[in-house]
């Protein structure tokens, strides 16, 4: 039977106590790159959670038969089965965002989120606590990436969701968009200050000298 406490712990913990993002500075590089626009950041932090759920479920679920020696191998086939999945149905059913997302959605299969969990949590743990342990993770993942989305559509084109929020100057209004917020560096800046904004409340995550 599944212990409740251990999924409260694994669910919610990663949210702020052990952000993938902020406090173990993991899956950056596609925070940076999918992060223009909400709705492609939604979409990501979707398609995190379910590979990272599932691919914990089922590697946990065949832990006891995997032999140690190839053990990397065998969580990388289950991990790229299941991205392909996902990527074949965001073509099918979301293909402009697909589009948007690129080569992302393929590069899943190296986040370092989804590999770490695999290997220091679904090789020692149930399945449905390693199943629980996956959503956590891809939340975690996902509230950073939602709150840095959120700020650079916001800020960059005065838009959320693709729906004028702020309207331009261009168009009569008094918003002027700040296009600096486009570009990837603004992404290293964002998430910065919302590390600083954590540990700032949380200060036992400031690393000891």
Not at 71 to 80: C, D, F, G, K, Y
Not at 187 to 202: E, H, N
Request: charge should be neutral; proline fraction near 4%; aromatic fraction near 8%.
């Amino acid at each position: 039977m599944a212990d409740t406490k251990e999924i409260k712990k694994v669910l919610l913990g990663p949210l702020l106590d052990n952000n993938p993002i902020a406090l173990q500075i993991l899956g950056v590089c596609s925070a940076l790159a999918v992060t223009t626009k909400l709705e492609t950041a939604f979409v990501m932090t979707l398609a995190v959670t379910l590979v990272t759920a599932f691919s914990s479920f089922f590697i946990s679920l065949i832990r006891h038969q995997i032999p140690n020696s190839v053990r990397i191998i065998v969580q990388m086939a289950i991990i790229a089965s299941l991205v392909i999945v996902v990527d074949q149905i965001l073509r099918a059913y979301a293909y402009e965002i697909s589009k948007q997302l690129s080569v992302f959605v393929g590069l899943i299969i190296t986040n370092c989120i989804v590999m770490g969990r695999a290997e220091a949590y679904a090789m020692k743990s149930p399945p449905i606590e390693s199943f629980m342990d996956g959503i956590g993770n891809g939340l975690g993942y996902g509230v950073i990436l939602i709150l840095v989305g959120f700020l650079r559509e916001l800020i960059g084109s005065g838009k959320l969701f693709g729906i004028t929020v702020l309207e331009s100057v261009q168009n009569s209004g008094w918003y002027q968009p700040n296009g600096l917020f486009l570009l990837a560096p603004s992404a290293f800046f964002i998430i910065g200050m919302l590390i600083w904004a954590l540990r700032t409340l949380k200060p036992e995550q400031i690393e000891k000298e």
